[in-house]
């Protein structure tokens, strides 16, 4: 959910918790995948998937991969091609032999591109050419992921091989994501895995109901057979529904905030912490703790605590609004933690993640510190 993602950007990277880049750094990491942990073997519908051999317990990181294609995500069929092209051989086997599961688009502006480019007469053959790019892009589009740059302006969009043979689950127990200090993806496991489980990771944002799932999956050719999907109850349904209306309601929120921030008054920030507060008992209702989500969910919460703290200070009460309760102080170090927690175990402690989640827990400590001298 673009809404989500803008949220948690603006959470962990405001002026005021932004990680510094010393404390972080780690550009040499190396590439590795656990195979110790996992073996690669054929499903019955969803092709090759990824089943631990031992148990996993939470929080392991089982990939930190290195890309072997990186490309803007403007690119189109004739630069993905040459990238493919210019791979060593081992890598192109890598490469040619991932699922390609999309259908050809209806641009075709980038064949008369190709043509161009041609630099002689290949007719007899220009049709097998063009159905190798349109089958390059295919797996392309079936299996790159998302890499947002450290500032968070940029992105692009790589190919991670052993990575992509994950397949998907909207109750996964692995969560991945790019790690741009040190240039990896990373996926590590939600929860324990026992022997034999398959490990799933989730493609799409997961705060939606079944039929808004399902629609964002179409992209990948296949209809979701999880157990959240298979046997969607009513309740669930509603409540994944709720927690969407309230990340919209919420990002609203945050962009006027941002605009007027200097004339915003308390009452709008604890409203908008009393919605923050409706997600997150709804998120642990629907047993979502196993992802960020919740991280971010928590995050934005002790960010608006410490700003009704701030402006509170400041004499800004809105008439009727008292000081920042002790209860309230409380909430803030305590959803501070499990940030903390959250991050550590989706992304690790080399993560701008989890150094801006500590950064904000110990505002939170110096908030209750305050308030403590202040008593």
Known sequence: MTVLADAATQIFLSDNVSPKPAAIANPNSGSYSRRDLYEERQTPESGIGAFATALIPLGTRLFCEESIILLPDDAGHVELYAAVKKLGKEEQELFWGLAASTKAGKDVEWI?????ECDEDISSTFNDLVEAHEHAWSIYETNRFT???LDGQSKSLGIFPHSARLNHSCSPNVFHRYNPVINRLTIHALRDINIGEELLTS???ICHPTVVRRQYLKHWGFR?????CDSPDDDEDYRRKRIEDLFV???KREIKMVKNERNWPVKEYERSLAIVVKCIKLLEKEGMEETDTLGVVYAAGVKLA?????KGENGDRGGDIVDMSEEGVEDAVRWAERVVEIQRK???EDSKEFVAAGALLEMARRGRVCRAERS
């Open 112 to 116: 008369d591109i190709l043509r161009r």
């Open 147 to 149: 890499c947002k740059s």
């Open 203 to 205: 493609y799409i944002d």
């Open 224 to 228: 979701c057979r999880c157990s959240a």
């Open 249 to 251: 309601k919420l990002g």
């Open 306 to 310: 410490l700003q009704i703290r701030d």
């Open 346 to 348: 989706c992304l690790g």
